[in-house]
Structure formats: C-alpha cells, structure tokens
C-alpha cells in the first residue's frame, strides 16, 4: 500500500490529535453548564438522547478520518497491464583502429566519435542498440539492449587499444553486424558503421550487398578532416607522445577515404554521414533513424499501484450521511 500524496496524511494525525484533546477534556466535564441546577439540567436533556448524540459524533469523526485517507490517494495492489515498444534495432560499429587517434577532428577522432554516439543513444525511443569494436579483427562488444545508460557507459570505456589486432576491418565489422541480430525479419534492422574508411580487406562493398538480402540497412559515418592528420602514438612505459612512421621514418598522415563509405552506404541502401569540426552531428542520424518504420520489438506487463481512493472516499460519504440523519431525540419520547 502507498499513498500519491503522503503529505496529506499530517491533517489525518492532526484530526486524531484533536479527537484525543476533545475526548479528554470531555471526560472532565459531563457538559459546558458546570452551574446549572439539576431541573435545568433536565430539561435540556429532556429531548436529547445523550447515547445516540455519541454514535452520531463517532461517525462524524471517522467520516472526516476516512476524507483525508482518501484525500492522501491510497494505492493498493497492483494492476497488469501490456506495454508495447516500438522501435529499431541499431547495431553500432566503431573503429578503434589507431588512426582513429588522429586529432584532425577535435579533440580526436575517437574522442568526436564517442560523443556525438552518446549523444545518440541518449535520443533514442523504444529502440535497442549494440556496440561493435573492430580494428584488425571485430569483437561484439555490447549485444542489443535496450538499457542506453548501460550502452553509454560501455561506450566511455572504448578506446584504441581494446582490440590489440590493428588494421581496419570493416568487412568483418559487417560480419559481426549481421550475426549480431536475434531475429530474421526484412526490415526494421540497421548498422551504423563509424570509421575513417582504411578498409584492409577490400570485401566490404560485397558483404554490403548480402546485408541488404538478409534486411541488414548499412549507414556509414567518416570520421575525419579531408587534409587529414597524424596518428598519435603513446609509449606505454611514459607519457611521452609521438606520431606513426613508416618504415623509412616519414610522419604517416591519415586521410579519410569518402569514396569507398559512400559505396558501402550505397550497397547498403544507406546513407553516408561525416564527423568532422563543422560537418554532419548525431542529430543528423537521429533524423534519419526517427523517418523509418517502427517495429513492435516486444510487449510485456508491467504491475503498479492502482488508486482506491474511490471505495474510502464513499465510506466516508455514508458515515457523514449517517452521522447528520441520525435523531438526537429519544425513540420513545414526543414533543
């Protein structure tokens, strides 16, 4: 049992406090005539009978008790009842190749990445979401769930070196994608592949293809400034930063490669999104998420309270009712 307003309940103790006062200063004295003689007494009890005064006054009392249980919205039990959710199913693949720590895009491209999905999760309605990390290989890092406080915080804690295989291996990334759905349905199911587009496969524009056979929609987001930029390296024993070289000792600058996400998203019967300083922002995805079909994901119960004030407050209408139509006057006495 609980109440919708407990606060209430302080003028039901303070109706019992005063009931306490009256009752005791009721029993110190039989009637507010402390000196009137015994004849007066009489008459003006003549017509009143004292023991019916009493119920009337107790129903009376318990009325106004029961107008502030009410008053206070009691709530008893619990009712059922089915809930249904309607939504996507949205599987996020994020690279977390060490390009992606290339700090063209600010503060890094993983750093831009993270936030503007954080952003997104936090939108999102009714529908479930996983996470994906890929590098040289592809891990399903997050299954589909529908608690984003605990996708969020999955997500906080990926960084570039949670897959130790580098490369970029978006073709496995798809791989893991289409596995990663319970059910076989021909829509309502989507991939959100994050990356700077450094495919090391060269599989991902077929394996694109079959995703759309399975109901598989593939979008693409380029991470990345079209100069490009370095790509950071942290030593593991200090502090110190450098930045990747190739085999001869030259700075290697990390571009990101538009043409081949945008063939992906093609295939995929997607569209093609860029995360850089000043470009496409995660309420650009949203927008484009929120314009497609809704699928009912799940129905379920769920119990609560349910209000019973109805029944209290009734009582106390017939006990007020009662209180004021019953007769003070003896049963057995005429005027």
Do not use: C
């Not at 302080?10 to 009137?36: H, M, P, R």
């Not at 005064?53 to 129903?59: D, F, K, L, Y």
């Not at 309270?305 to 209290?312: A, F, K, L």
Request: aromatic share 8%; proline share 2%.
């Amino acid at each position: 049992m609980a109440f919708r307003y407990s606060w209430v309940l302080i003028f039901l103790a303070l109706q019992v406090i005063l009931l306490l006062i009256w009752k005791l200063k009721e029993k110190g004295s039989n009637t507010v005539f402390k000196n009137a003689s015994a004849s007066v007494l009489q008459s003006l009890e003549f017509n009143l009978d004292n023991s019916r005064i009493q119920w009337r006054n107790r129903m009376i009392s318990i009325a106004l008790l029961f107008l502030a249980i009410a008053a206070a919205g009691p709530k008893i039990g619990t009712r059922v009842r089915p809930v249904e959710r309607k939504g996507i199913d949205l599987v996020i693949a994020l690279d977390t190749s060490t390009s992606m720590d290339a700090e063209d895009v600010k503060p890094s491209r993983l750093a831009k990445s993270k936030f503007e999905l954080g952003q997104l999760i936090r939108k999102l309605k009714g529908d479930r979401v996983a996470i994906i990390v890929f590098a040289g290989t592809s891990h399903l890092y997050l299954p589909l769930t529908t608690d984003y406080e605990a996708a969020i915080l999955f997500l906080n804690e990926i960084d570039t070196k949670i897959i130790p295989t580098q490369g970029t291996a978006i073709s496995s990334a798809i791989q893991s994608a289409m596995t990663a759905f319970t059910e076989e349905k021909d829509k309502y199911k989507i991939m959100l592949l994050v990356t700077d587009g450094e495919d090391h496969e060269g599989q991902a524009i077929e394996l694109a293809y079959q995703a759309v056979k399975s109901g598989l929609e593939i979008h693409t987001v380029g991470v990345g400034s079209e100069v490009g930029g370095l790509i950071l390296v942290r030593s593991e024993n200090s502090d110190q930063m450098e930045y990747k070289r190739d085999l001869d000792g030259k700075l290697i600058t990390s571009t990101i490669n538009e043409k081949i996400l945008r063939d992906i998203a093609n295939a995929g019967q997607g569209k093609f999104f860029w995360f850089d300083n000043n470009r496409d922002t995660h309420l650009d995805i949203a927008e484009t998420i929120d314009d497609m079909d809704k699928k009912t994901i799940s129905t379920h119960v769920y119990s609560e309270y349910e209000d019973r004030y109805q029944p209290v407050a009734f009582l106390a209408m017939l006990l007020l009712i009662a209180g004021f139509v019953i007769p003070t006057r003896p049963a057995n006495r005429d005027i």
